[in-house]
């Protein structure tokens, strides 16, 4: 499979889809591909930590337009690295932030918040 970025996405409407995204969802995580295909590792270790604790989130597949989601989600996170979960409005981590939040027995909480 060849990927084909979007081009018919600019850095605006990339932007206000991540405002968008962040703002009206409980629980929202930007990742490559999406919940029942990711892409990567990393994205894929993220759903499995949020599926744990929460049935209804939204996916954000960032693979489309992937240098445009990163600037958009680094101005809001100041990382740049994806995936990236945002809860009620702020920035969570990626998926070694979720682990470590499983491991100390606060990911539900902070998904719940």
């Known amino acids: 499979m060849t990927f084909q970025p979007d081009s018919d996405l ?3 409407e990339v932007q206000s889809r991540v405002d968008e995204a ?9 990742m490559k591909g999406n ?3 990711p892409q990567c590792g990393y994205s894929q270790r993220a759903v499995n930590l949020i599926s744990q604790y929460e ?12 240098d ?6 680094e101005s809001h996170s100041g990382w740049e690295t994806i995936p ?6 702020e920035f969570i981590g990626g998926s070694d932030i979720l682990a470590e939040l499983d491991e100390r027995g606060e ?5 719940q918040a």
């Open 55 to 66: 049935e209804e989130f939204e996916t954000i597949d960032v693979l489309p337009a992937l």
């Open 10 to 12: 600019s850095d605006d």
């Open 68 to 73: 445009q989601y990163r600037a958009a989600l």
């Open 84 to 89: 990236q979960t945002y809860v009620d409005g």
């Open 107 to 111: 990911l539900e909480a902070t998904l």
């Open 35 to 37: 919940r029942l295909m």
């Open 22 to 30: 962040i703002e009206s969802n409980d629980v929202v995580l930007f």
